[in-house]
């Protein structure tokens, strides 16, 4: 399916039949990916952002998510510590240590994204065993995904 190119994200890199590889799920509404011109610019502002395009099956969905590049790294930084986190939640009863719920402090641009399990969730010990089961079932999933951006990072130096 072709990405718009008359809405206000303009897209310039672009990924699309992006519903073919999203995960285990083959009937995704996600479409495609696009890096490109934000749609939040402002005069004399320009940003460069990453799109995750949505199709309901009759238009292009308000739900597809738009993320300035940087934000879409934090994640990717994010995502990576806690699946590092998970593979070493074992040895806590509860898959967390209760007398200290931080994880790691991640120093960024001057100061530092803190990671930490959410405490104030009522159903943590339920949803923390929900969260690490997925990410062993989908281990071969993310580990694919993970090995071909450590690869990339590689050829470019990092």
């Known amino acids: 399916m072709k990405i718009p190119t008359t809405l206000k ?3 310039v890199i672009i990924s699309e039949d992006y519903d073919q590889i999203d995960g285990r799920d083959i009937k995704s509404d996600a479409k495609g990916l696009s890096v490109g011109l934000a749609q939040w610019n402002d005069r004399g502002k320009i940003e460069v952002s990453a799109k995750i395009w949505r199709y309901t099956g009759e238009k292009w969905s308000r739900q597809s998510e738009e ?3 940087h934000r879409v790294m934090d994640l990717a ?7 590092q986190y998970f593979s070493e939640a074992y040895q806590f009863e509860k898959l967390y ?7 790691d402090r991640i120093a960024l641009q001057g100061g530092a994204m803190d ?10 010990d339920e949803d923390i065993k ?13 580990g694919e ?11 470019m130096g990092y």
């Open 145 to 155: 995904r993970l090995r071909r951006l450590a690869a990339i990072l590689k050829e």
């Open 115 to 124: 990671v930490a399990v959410c405490t104030d969730n009522s159903f943590l």
């Open 9 to 11: 994200h303009k897209p």
């Open 67 to 69: 993320m300035p590049l």
């Open 77 to 83: 930084i994010f995502v990576c510590r806690t699946k």
């Open 97 to 103: 240590d209760e007398n200290n719920p931080h994880i």
């Open 130 to 142: 929900i969260v690490a089961e997925i990410l062993q079932k989908d281990d071969e999933l993310l």
